[in-house]
């Protein structure tokens, strides 16, 4: 009788994971539990806040770019001893609290929950994905949250390949992701490196001890500092 029910149970956890009714003849139906629809709507939310810091973050960049177009001009103007009237330079919005668009965007990637990020960012389309890369790629550049920002990146340019080849505008800032990506996996492999020497090292010398004590470990009692191993690199 307990196998029984053990067996029971185990079917259910199974059509669980699989997302169909354990409890349907036809073993078709999907189930709709609450953790489920919890997830899609965490994912959802952090998906319409990111959408409208990128939608700010990127009305106040233009703004800028503009302003710094219109600067230019001015001052060739001035430099001909033209009259123009110098631009206004444009003012950040109050939402975003005295930070930049760097600070902000990175606000509200961090407030999003680590499992929950690449469900986040496939709510957002090609046009966002693509501004949300020059933010990345900033990110990427300064060392500022590397792990976050290349699980986004990767996500990014998973779904978007085809199209990030096409469009040449792209191409400056995913050849600077791929040139930081690569010092940053290099820093990796290094620090991988030096971890498994020193485990090669102490490899030798745990097998050297062994020697010397003849394979007798009779006497030692390791709970005591004297009788433990002392490793010198």
């Known amino acids: 009788m307990l196998k029984e029910a053990e067996q029971e149970y185990t079917e259910i956890d199974i059509a669980r994971e699989n997302q169909i009714d354990p409890f349907a003849k036809d ?4 189930i709709e539990t609450q953790v489920a629809q919890k997830r899609t709507t965490e994912s959802l939310r952090y998906g319409e806040d990111l959408m409208d810091a990128l939608e700010l973050s990127e009305v106040f960049r233009e703004e800028i770019d503009q302003y710094m177009m219109s600067l230019e001009i001015y001052e060739l103007n001035k430099q001909k001893a033209k009259k123009a009237a110098e631009p206004e330079k444009p003012r950040a919005s109050i939402k975003f609290l005295g930070r930049n668009i760097f600070e902000h965007i990175l606000l509200h990637l961090r407030r999003i929950r680590s499992p929950e990020l ?9 046009k966002q994905c693509f501004a949300l890369l020059f933010y990345l790629e900033h990110f990427l550049r300064n060392q ?18 085809v199209q990030l080849k ?3 505008a792209m191409l400056p800032i995913m050849k600077s992701i791929s040139l930081h990506l690569k010092g940053h996996f290099q820093e990796l492999r290094d620090e991988i490196g030096v971890n498994v020497s020193a485990i090669k ?4 010398d745990l097998n050297q001890q062994r020697n010397n004590a003849g394979n007798d470990d009779a006497g030692l009692d390791f709970s005591k500092p004297e ?6 690199f």
């Open 144 to 161: 500022i949250q590397i792990e976050l920002v290349t699980r986004a990146i990767f996500y990014i340019i998973k779904t978007y390949q």
């Open 227 to 232: 009788d433990g191993f002392n490793f010198a």
């Open 201 to 204: 090292i102490i490899k030798k």
């Open 166 to 168: 096409q469009n040449s």
């Open 118 to 126: 690449e469900n986040t960012i496939q709510f957002l389309n090609q």
């Open 27 to 30: 073993k078709v139906l999907k």
